[in-house]
């Protein structure tokens, strides 16, 4: 998509779309609109906590302290991800072209509003960070998010795992203090 008023109108998004559009794909897209409000809330005071534990301001010295190594992978151009985290590896494979591609465009946009003067690396490392953070941390209401649902009469609980990717969205964005929510790089990519 290279229409920069399209792009430029969906930094205008509210969080709260954008989260629901995750959930909408989920095993919680039945849920009323108020279950699925605090689902988000949920996330978001997950990934608040998770930030202002931290003492450092550097995803990279926090990624390197969990014991994670970051490789940097031209080959997985046509994987559509910024990045994978291997956790039982220890091993964070970030997606050098899509981000170069990315940071390109960033770099284009940033001459018409200084806002997308931003280091999308920076973004991606924060975001795959709280991932990693979850893994540390059993109690985290991101990890533990199930709904009960009918399966031939059965109820059967089922883990959201958007809400993994909600909580580390929103800690991405404040984490780097973006004045939009981070799924708008993916529209870049």
């Known amino acids: 998509m290279e229409n920069?008023?399209?792009?430029?109108?969906?930094?205008?998004?509210?969080?709260?779309?954008?989260?629901?559009?995750?959930?909408?794909?989920?095993?919680?897209?039945?849920?009323?609109?108020d279950e699925k409000m605090a689902i988000i809330e949920s996330c978001q005071a997950a990934a608040i906590s998770q930030f202002e534990n931290l003492i450092e301001?550097?995803?990279?010295?926090?990624?390197?302290?969990?014991g994670f190594k970051l490789v940097e992978d031209v080959a997985m151009e046509n994987v559509p991800v910024f990045a994978l985290c291997h956790s039982a590896e220890k091993k964070l494979t970030l997606n050098?072209?899509?981000?170069?591609?990315?940071?390109?465009?960033l770099q284009n946009f940033a001459k018409r509003d200084e806002k997308w003067a931003v280091n999308i690396k920076i973004v991606v490392l924060w975001h795959e960070l709280?991932?990693?953070?979850?893994?540390?941390?059993?109690?985290?209401?991101?990890?533990?998010?199930?709904?009960?649902k009918k399966f031939f009469n059965r109820v059967k609980k089922v883990p959201l795992e958007c809400a993994s990717e909600i909580g580390a969205i929103y800690f991405s964005k404040i984490a780097t203090n973006l004045p939009f929510n981070p799924r708008v790089f993916e529209l870049l990519a």
């Open 4 to 33: 920069y008023e399209l792009i430029d109108a969906e930094t205008k998004t509210c969080d709260a779309a954008f989260f629901l559009d995750l959930i909408a794909h989920s095993p919680a897209r039945k849920l009323s609109l």
């Open 57 to 66: 301001l550097s995803p990279l010295s926090h990624i390197k302290n969990l």
């Open 96 to 105: 050098a072209k899509m981000i170069e591609k990315v940071e390109q465009r």
């Open 130 to 148: 709280f991932h990693m953070l979850e893994e540390n941390d059993p109690t985290i209401y991101t990890r533990n998010a199930w709904i009960e």
